[in-house]
């Protein structure tokens, strides 16, 4: 799992309040330090307060992530850290920029998910003769500890996943939108965030009250020598909710029980992810107890590859929950995925079989021409 922290700037807020900052990014971009303590962590790469939008994409290596689920492959991008950290501004942008429904080119604030889906679509435009691709995107939260479809406008209706041995957990309920271009995937991102519920508090006054993920899937069929072969790639964006102490937020009513789940499902994904770092994959590792750690579970330990943003705050005031989020990015970091080209059985039995005879048939050439037969 390659992992990339990602460290915000001070808000007018906590400069107003004279907090210092206690996070410094080494020039190499590749270590941080925590100031008091003088504690220092190596990652993949780390992201100073001063990155772009455009940076975040080339510093974490997502073009080359969407570039394997063209090819096939299951990758998966999730944002982890402390509410009001920047996660969802890494993963989605500014909300009105979605709420546009449209590309600009990738200037400004766009996020993740919008400059992925135009690097998918360019991909997929330049496809040469023979190869064909088809884009389907699904979107739900888990909120309260229950799945809700974020494109059906049912907030109300409760999904249940479900495991197959060969696809894992999945929602087998979820709509499903085909998309033929780059316009109909960011009406699909706008939907979806537009009826995520948030919530407002002390620390983020649009704090996500449920994790997200959202799927594109990606199916090519090329057709070769008479035989068509068909790979299921796909990539999911995980936004997950924020880690937050009630004595911090000060949250109340419903959002005190939100909170409670939130805090709840991290942990539980925390568990998953000492138990993956530590080498214990031949003991039972707690995939069942959420439905968070179910939905992730090919993510983590599984055949898909994995980034994880982790963000984090400078301020002083968050020094506590920086370092809980750097030791659990730390731990993320040591997890060994086993990635695998997703594609029909039998085409590929087809495939290695005709590629077994033009062999044989060379080998058989060389055979007879060193008999003068």
Known sequence: VKVVVRVRPLSNGELGRGERNTVEVADDQRSLTVVDGMRQFNFDACLSPDTSQPEVMIKCGVPRLLDSALHGYAATIFAYGQTGSGKTFSMSGREELIERQGWAGGGGDDGIM???????????????PGVKFRVKCTYL?????????????????????????????????????????????LAVVARGTRNRRVGSHELNKDSSRSHSMMTVHVESHASRDGVTMSKFGKVSFVDLAGSERLKSSKS????????????????????????????????????????????????LGGSSLALMIACCSPSSNHMEETLSTLHYATRARNIINRPSVMQDPTQALISNLRHEVELLKKENAVLRGQLGL
């Open 141 to 185: 939260e888990i909120y309260n500890e229950a799945i809700y479809d974020l494109l059906s406008g049912d907030n109300e209706r409760q999904l249940t996943e479900r495991w197959e041995p060969q696809r894992g957990f999945y929602v087998p309920d979820l709509v499903t939108v085909d998309c033929s271009c780059l316009d109909d995937a």
């Open 252 to 299: 109340e009513g419903s959002m005190v029980k939100e909170t409670g789940n939130i805090n709840r499902s991290l942990f539980m994904l925390g568990k998953v992810i000492a138990m993956l770092s530590d080498g214990e994959k031949n003991n039972h590792i707690p995939y069942r107890d959420s439905k968070l750690t179910k939905l992730l579970m090919d993510s």
């Open 114 to 128: 919008t400059r992925s889906l135009a690097h998918i679509f360019a991909a997929v435009n330049r496809a040469g």
